[in-house]
């Protein structure tokens, strides 16, 4: 189970990144279709890891990213279902992927120090 330790990185970020705050109320993450990621169980795993931290209580809010491709014949951007996937206007076959196989902290919010 791989979310344990991708939890484990969070956690990681988030204490690396709150010191000006006293608690962290919410903390979001950019999750890709094609990053591979099983949501549930990464939402169980950081039940764990910010146990005892600055984050204990934050709400995980999760913000879905699709997969999107450009092709390199014909530059029509669609979206992709699978890392090899072919082009839906012209059918050539390598799509560049453009987003969607990342996983990403993008914020963190919380209460300020005093």
């Known amino acids: 189970m791989h979310e344990f330790s991708l939890a484990e990185e969070v956690a990681s970020i988030v204490a690396a990144n709150a ?12 999750i890709g279709e094609l990053a591979g990621v ?19 209580s934050a709400e995980v809010e999760i913000e879905n990213v699709p997969a999107l491709g450009r092709c390199p014949r014909c530059g029509s951007v669609q979206h992709v279902e699978a890392r090899f996937d072919d082009c839906d206007a012209c059918g050539a076959a390598g799509l560049q992927l453009l987003q969607g196989d990342r996983m990403v902290v993008s914020a963190i919010a919380g209460d300020a120090l005093n």
């Open 38 to 56: 099983e949501v549930d169980a990464l939402r169980f795993a950081l039940m764990s890891t910010l146990r005892g931290g600055k984050a204990e």
């Open 19 to 30: 010191g000006c705050l006293a608690r962290v109320s919410r903390v979001t993450l950019s």
